[in-house]
């Protein structure tokens, strides 16, 4: 399935102690229509290579190729909503207003759940909706890929385990493409597709998923899964400055 093509991509920043190597040449494809998820300890250059896809940074070296026009949207930890615009007005801002994007914003709010919401403002949701609303603005851009770099981890375990099925939903009923960071096994075993391990600035490891969902993550295969994840990240991390 075509997808973005991911070719010796390097990224280093400098340092006070040096030159810090995050990304040593990483080699990956991201299929359209599937969840990727990105998993690696803290400080392994998983939010660096999210942003070097959807084009925050830019690589020193490699390429990412892109399968004709790309269009991104990102979805961060924090919704960072506009705390004066309505949930209507920040899933619009930016667009072109017209009757067809009204429209879109109306099947938009109903896919992700917040019908009866639209003129509520940020301060008057919870965390949970307050995410719906930021991954609404992001459908409404109308993507080829998400960018989500751990949308879930500021909130409570039960909202976070709510919102992992309501993006499963919504990726079913959009075919959405999504790359997704976090250092949560449980919620790489729960959403992805597939599982892209980062260890020492490169892919240390891929782990192909069940298409069965939900999935019970305590299930002997995806036990498994978990068992070959914890073994390879409990290996040293060698990303210090030089």
Known sequence: MAGIEIRGLTKSYKMESGTLQVLRGIELTLPEGEITVVLGKSGCGKTTLLRLVGGLEEPENGEI?????????????????????????????????????????????????LDGFEKSKPHQLSGGMQQRTALARALAYRPSFIMMDEPFAALDHFTRESMQQE????????????????????EALTLADRIILISEGVVSAEYRLPQKQPRDILCDELIAVRRAIVSALEKPNDSTPV
């Open 167 to 186: 993006l499963l939903r919504v990726r079913r009923e959009t075919d959405a493409s999504i790359l997704f960071v976090t250092h949560s096994i449980d």
């Open 65 to 113: 190729r892109f399968p004709g026009e790309q269009k991104t949207a990102f979805v961060f930890q924090e919704p960072r909503l506009m705390p004066w615009l309505n949930v209507r007005d920040n899933i619009e801002f930016g667009q072109k207003k017209n009757q067809r994007n009204r429209e879109d914003t109306a099947r938009i709010i109903h896919t992700v759940g």
